[in-house]
């Protein structure tokens, strides 16, 4: 998995960098479907190329850590089934939500958790500028942090509690 995870990631690349700037271009069909195989999207693709592009990161190995437990998620929990309905930006808690007095804790936690479940809308990203810049506080990565959501079912207090250990 993670050679095709890596090869995948590197013809998007490829292919951001000849033009290509939306996420039905980014690979060739043939490869999209490799990648749906994994249930991962192409816009969780996409997003991880472009803001590689824009602002430095996430990294490929950011990517395919992410990616692989995404698909182990979606196999081994989810059985292969695809998500129910999409979660929307609008229900996702504000930026300014706050668990504890930790604003963008309860945002994070529930985008990691629609990630993994592969129902987050096109429009918002796990590991966007915004949650790069909250983990950095805490000196915690995006792998590790959607891990501990992963195997806490996105218990804030547990999340938190995560936080502070690396701080």
């Known amino acids: ?53 824009r602002y430095g990161e996430p990294d490929k190995a950011v990517f395919v850590e992410l990616a692989q437990m ?14 129910s309905r999409i979660v929307q930006e ?18 994070i936690i529930r985008k990691a958790q629609c990630f993994l479940e592969g129902s987050l809308c096109d429009d918002i990203m796990y590991g966007c500028a915004g949650d790069r810049s909250f983990l950095k506080k805490y000196n915690a990565t995006l792998p590790a942090f959607l891990a501990v959501v992963r195997d806490t079912q996105g218990a804030p207090a547990k999340a938190l509690s995560f936080l502070a250990r690396n701080d």
């Open 1 to 53: 998995m993670n050679n095709e995870l890596n090869q995948l990631y590197e013809k998007a690349s490829a292919n951001y960098r000849t033009g290509c700037r939306t996420p039905s271009q980014i690979l060739a069909p043939a490869d999209l479907d490799a990648l749906a195989k994994f249930g991962i999207s192409a816009q969780s693709l996409y997003d991880a190329v472009d803001d590689l592009a």
């Open 90 to 107: 609008s229900e996702l808690p504000p930026k300014s939500a706050e668990f504890e007095g930790v604003s963008w804790l309860p945002r």
């Open 70 to 83: 995404r698909a182990d998620y979606f196999h081994t929990t989810l059985q292969g089934r695809p998500p």
